[in-house]
């Protein structure tokens, strides 16, 4: 249980071009999931935490108008990449999950690349 | 604020050996839990072991057990009989206010 999906697993995209990366929980409901960046040999930063129904919070330092965050159901969330840019380069990884325990459940990351 | 460190940025030991992770960490709350996760070169995020830190007794899984010393702020992962599979980076995590806080990490290496 608690299977958490993300697509696509690799995008590439050119600059100023926007992508979308879909958060899934396959098997429970989640009101909250969270993304992460995470670059090469370091730990997973948080972006922004979004709850179903309601605007995401995002982590300072982070542009909330160019990492769009949508919680429009129970399973899914997306994050979408605006006028992406090579900075952007990064593994994204979503999560679902914080409940009472804390627990967060992650997806298997999406690879982006902007060329 | 909240943080967690991880001393031990590299760590590598032979297979069936014993080896021992640190971690130490700070918060004023009274209700948290701590964990590992194992991140492998497939980059999925896996839950190893997790520790309610209102519970005294260590919290064990096969062959993974920590060492939680509350009072010292202290959250040390053993993994007994390494494994190959066992290779992949760690981290250690505090939950706290419905969020993660996260470690370094510490990239384990087991030999053969």
């Known amino acids: 249980g608690a299977v958490v999906s993300q697509h696509p697993s690799r995008v590439i995209c050119k600059s100023g071009t926007s992508v979308k990366i879909e958060c899934r929980s396959l098997?429970?409901?989640?009101?909250?999931m969270f993304w992460y960046r995470q670059f090469p040999k370091q730990s997973l930063m948080l972006m922004a935490t979004s709850n179903e129904g309601s605007k995401a919070t995002y982590e300072q330092g982070v542009e909330k108008d160019k990492f769009l965050i949508n919680h429009a159901s129970l399973t899914l969330s997306t994050l979408t990449v605006t006028s992406a840019h090579p900075e952007d380069s990064s593994f994204y990884i979503c999560?679902?999950?914080?409940?009472?325990?804390?627990?967060?459940?992650f997806g298997p990351g999406t690879r982006l690349t902007v060329t | 604020a909240q943080t967690v460190t991880q001393s031990q940025p590299e760590m590598s030991v032979q297979e069936a050996e014993t080896v021992t992770l640190s971690c130490t960490y700070d918060t004023s709350e009274n209700n948290y839990y701590l964990f590992w996760y194992k991140q492998p070169p497939s980059r999925q995020m896996i839950l190893v072991i997790r520790?309610?830190?209102?519970k005294q007794q260590n919290a064990t899984e096969n062959r993974f057990s920590v060492n939680f010393q509350k009072a010292a702020k202290s959250f040390s992962l053993k993994i007994s009989d390494s494994q190959l599979g066992d290779t992949a980076m760690y981290f250690c995590?505090?939950?706290?206010?419905?969020?993660?806080?996260w470690g370094a990490g510490t990239k384990l290496i087991i030999k053969p």
């Open positions: 999560s679902a999950g914080g409940t009472s325990n804390y627990e967060q459940y």
């Open positions: 098997d429970f409901q989640a009101t909250t």
């Open positions: 995590a505090l939950g706290s206010n419905y969020q993660l806080i």
């Open positions: 520790q309610e830190a209102y």
